[in-house]
Structures are given as structure tokens and as C-alpha cells.
């Protein structure tokens, strides 16, 4: 469970919201069907729309990649269900979490130009002192943001609110709306810049300035999922290169990738081929800013993402420099942390936001109405990521998500294994 599917639980049952998952039968079961000598592009894809059909859920796409090639690319469902607006290759999506991976992949290159290391701390690249009011005398190193080990978390409290806001010219008249606005909190505004965010919560004149937003332990120590210490390597990057941190993607992983329809600023998205985020299908939401927006706000397409992974996958074997040099690569999916500091119940070890488990290099991803997953073998012979605007968020549609997820993860299972 991600912190944004706990800390949004605990807001909607705070206010007593009850959001209504739109689920199929529980006795309605997806088979597979039976290939005669392997299962084709074409029986993968009569599966996959029998998930949207029996899950009566919006849209979702799948990249699959093995033996350094693209084997499946394609999208299912709608990416607007109310006006039948198909779910494509190029439909553009918010990704969540997921986006925590690019964060690393910044975090790569920004060490290769030696703007910084892992040893170093980050108040030597700072504009300001960042200090842990809990712990005054710990010192927070650039590996204890990328490994979720520097004792900085989430304020249960004030994340939601104070990170997130519906963005202008929106239709605010459906009962989706009414949520954010009117459950949650959240305000109409454009996104704020990162500095000012993370100043709410970092300097002493900040609204969600205090010692909630730390826990006291020695950075390295303890794991603790934070997504505000993601924003805050973001900006660690930012000032170490004196570009906004968006910009800096772009130059340097989203271009070199032609990641050409990807962006972490929201506002450059072109809303026509979005998706439209769901609570269900049903219940749809405004779009939305993120003002920490290293942290979940990369909005791609099923097709950007092909090329990403196909990267990754490549620099797992040692086979690429397109983003920086093999050992960065090597760097980038290297575990950092002693055996039992992650919790087994997540993972077993960490790379630089990437996570080791069950013999593959993943990261998934779940933000209001968005989900994804992205997953490599160790070996990097094998991967594939899923989008999607189906929620598993809000409390009621964690599970559904989940469910959702092992179905799509079984078709591609069966395909690679016949492929």
C-alpha cells in the first residue's frame, strides 16, 4: 500500500465519504484463453478486452518487451468512457509513483555530471538548511532521499491538501468534483513552483512547517515511503543544476528517449489526448496539478513508456549509453540498503527508486484516478508496464486495482511464456 492510497483512506473515512467501486460478479471468472501452440498478439487481446468488459473498469495499455524487442503494444478500454474516446498507444496518462523512476534516472545523470554523489549531503547542495527538527543532528545524504531512508515523511494531514489542486477551466459539477474540492479540500489553482512547496513544509515560516514531518531515526536506518523526500530530491537536482527540475528531464532523459508526448509539467499537457482520470466508470474527476510534481506527476503514453523501458532493460544489460554511462546504469538498479531495512512485505532490497522483488526490478504507481506498473526482470530479458485511469487510491478501490493488476499481469505472464 502506497502512502497516498493510506493517507487518502484515512481523509475519506475522516469525512465520511463513501466512494462506490463499480466491480463485476465475484463469480464472474477471466480465462485465458487456450492457445493450440502459443498465445498470439491477437488472443492477448481478446483477454485483455474481456478485463475491461468483466471489470467494467475505463482503459488501460500494456508494453511488453522481451529479447531486447517490443513483442506487444497496445491499449484497451476508453480513454473517456462517456463519449467512447478509445484508450490508444498515444493517449497520454498521469502515472503516479511510477514517476519516482525518472527521479532516479535524474539522480543518474546528475551524479554523472558531477553535480553531486550518494555520500553527499544534501544540505551542501541546498539553498537552505534542511534539518530534521526530531533529530537536529542527523545528516541527510543524497542515497537516504533515493532509498526513502531519511527519516523525511509524509504529513498524513496535510499531503493531500497541500499538494495537490484542481486545475483551472475544469467542468466542477460532477460528483467527482464535489470530492476533491469539497472532500478532500483540495483548491482551483495552477501548480505553485517546487521551491515554494517544499518551503511550506522546510522553512520555519512554511503552513506545514513543524516536527510531524519528520520521524526520529538515524538516516539509513529506518524505511519509510515518502513522497515529499522525493519532491525534495527533485530539488536537490534543481539547485545542483540551476534548471527546474522538469526542464532538466526533458533535456536529458525524456529527448534522448524521444519521449516526445512526456512531461512532468501538467501544464504543457495537451488535455485532448488525455485520459480522463475515474474513481470508477462512472465517476469521473477534473484534472488535477501536483505541486511536488517529481514525486508522481509524469504524464506519458503506453508508446514513451515502450521506449523507457526498452532503455532500462538495455542499461540492466550493460547495453546502453543513451542516457549516461553503463556504470550509472549499473547504478541505477545497484541494491544500496543492508538485508531487512526495506519491510518483506514490500520488497527485499532498493536501487535508486527502483525495487527489487521476487527476482525482478519494479515501481508501481497510484495517484486520483491513475494507476500504473512497471516491472524488469533482474536479468533484464524480459519487462512490461501497464497505465491506466483506473483509481487505487481511495480506500474503496485499492483492492479493485489490485485485482485488476493480477489479471493483466496473468495475460502477460501466459504470453511470455509461449512467446
Known sequence: MTTLVRIIGLSLLSLFITLTSCSSDDNEVVVLPEPSDTMTAAELSTYFESVVETENIPGFAVTIVKNDAIVFQDGFGFADAQNQKAYTNQTQNGIGSLSKTFVGAATAKAMEQGYFTLETPINDVLPVEIVNLQRPEAVILVKH????????????????????????????SGEGADILLNGLGLEVSNPIPLADYLGEYFSEEGVFYGDDTYINVEPGSTWSYSNVATSLMGFVIESAAEQSFDEYVKEHILMPLQMNTSTFNVLEVDFNRMAIPYIDKGKLLPFYGNHGYPEGSMHTTNEDLGNYLLDMMRGIKGQSATLFAPSYYELLFMEQLPDGVVPNAF?????????????KWMHGGNSLGVSSQMEIARDGSFGFVITSNIDGTFVENEGKWEAVKQKIQEGIQAFLRDN
Request: glycine share 12%; aromatic share 12%.
Open 347 to 359: 520488497a527485499e532490497n532498493h536501487g535508486l527508486y527502483w525495487y527489487n522483488k521476487n527476482g
Open 145 to 172: 532521499l533515493v532509498t526513502h531512508t531519511s527519516g523525511i515523511v509524509d504529513n498524513p494531514t496535510n499531503y493531500v491538501v497541500g499538494n495537490y489542486s484542481v486545475l483551472p477551466g475544469q467542468d466542477l
